[in-house]
């Protein structure tokens, strides 16, 4: 059951969101773009040999799986459920 407020609304938005954003001014605006000069990359292979001892000290870091397909999943459903609980109200 859909409120008549809600209807209302959702009525509004479907029909003044399209015509704001037709109704935006069509002047040119100026830019200017340079290119950037390239920075050396000296960091990722320092950051490597620190990972490479790290995983040496610890070996528990080796077996490391993220992102169980349960947390995913329950998750995503409380996502949902949430909001189907807010579209209800």
Do not use: F, K, N
């Not at 209807?7 to 109704?23: D, E, F, R, V």
């Not at 490597?48 to 080796?62: C, L, S």
């Amino acid at each position: 059951m859909v409120r008549p407020v809600t209807l209302g609304l959702l009525t509004a938005l479907a029909i003044a969101a399209p015509a704001a954003a037709s109704a935006a001014p069509s002047r040119a605006i100026a830019t200017q773009t340079s290119p950037m000069a390239a920075a050396p990359r000296t960091a990722p292979a320092a950051d490597a040999a620190r990972y490479a001892q790290r995983e040496q000290a610890d070996h528990q870091v080796a077996s490391y799986e993220g992102g169980s397909v349960l947390v995913v999943g329950v998750s995503g459903a409380a996502l949902i459920v949430l909001l189907l609980i807010l579209m209800l109200l």
